[in-house]
């Protein structure tokens, strides 16, 4: 698999692009490229592979479900569980970006999502819009629920 494609997947929150390429993910949604995109990762390994979580809220990310953090570093990470159909296809990667698979500020529209995506990974469920994340923007003691 190569990272650098766009994948359309039903991640663990909603349908979504995937890629290691976060420019061409900003492109295809057409949204600003100074606008940040969360990383999606198949483990809290490889989560602190990459930034380091404030000791004091350890515990809450760890047992956090569907909820994106931004960290003190800027960078945004959600963890994907390994009971989510999504954790086989992350766990090919370890870390991708990730973003919903819609306009900004607009719902699915799959004619939309799959001209934009180079693969489709579907299953037999299909694609289904769900619920977005929770997002928690933390810093060194204290966090702020963004949406």
Excluded: C
């Amino acid at each position: 698999m190569d990272s650098s494609l766009v994948y359309l997947v039903q991640t663990d929150t909603t349908v979504g692009f995937s890629s290691y390429n976060d420019e061409k993910l900003s492109l295809i949604k057409q949204r600003p490229t100074s606008k940040k995109i969360l990383h999606t990762v198949d483990s809290f390994k490889t989560l602190t592979q990459h930034t380091r979580v404030p000791k004091s809220f350890r515990k809450k990310v760890r047992n956090s479900k569907r909820t994106t953090f931004i960290y003190p570093n800027t960078k945004s990470f959600r963890v994907v569980p390994k009971d989510s159909d999504f954790y086989d296809f992350i766990h090919k990667f370890n870390i991708l970006y990730s973003t919903s698979a819609n306009k900004t500020a607009e719902s699915f529209d799959k004619d939309f999502a799959t001209i934009g995506a180079d693969i489709l990974v579907e299953d037999k469920k299909g694609f289904y819009e769900t619920k977005a994340s929770t997002i928690i923007k933390l810093s060194k003691k204290a966090l702020k629920k963004l949406r």
